[in-house]
């Protein structure tokens, strides 16, 4: 099994970037997915989880409104999150998950993780 994340990047305050997260070795819409996020010197955190058939979405506070998370199991086994409105605070690696049992902002549950991609927000 294989999560790779892309779409990362270095974006200026108030721009746009919109992360994949593509599996191999999976079915997606076997899982629910997650975003999560760790800037340095911060533990991970969850930014927004998506259902198995995308009927229910999460979002951390800190995003919500500014976030989108998005799935497309049958064509390309992908899931995507697109941010809007960055701020610097939103800095970090962010990391895609796969969670079989249940979709949430905790990290417990997720079973398969991808490297990460870097976003940096300059001011």
């Known amino acids: 099994v294989q999560v790779v994340e892309s779409g990362g990047g270095l974006v200026q305050a108030g721009g746009s970037l919109r992360l994949s997260c593509t599996a191999s070795?999976?079915?997606?819409?076997?899982?629910?997915m997650g975003w999560f996020r760790q800037a340095p010197g911060k533990e991970r955190e969850g930014v927004s989880c998506i259902t198995w058939n995308g009927g229910t979405t999460y979002y951390a506070s800190s995003v919500k409104g500014r976030f989108t998370i998005s799935r497309d199991n049958a064509a390309k086994n992908t899931v995507y999150l697109q941010m809007n409105s960055l701020k610097p605070e939103d800095t970090a690696m962010y990391y895609c998950a796969a969670d079989p049992v249940r979709c949430s902002l905790e990290q417990k549950n997720f079973i398969y993780w991808g490297q990460g991609t870097q976003v940096t927000v300059s001011s």
């Open positions: 070795g999976l079915t997606i819409d076997d899982y629910a």
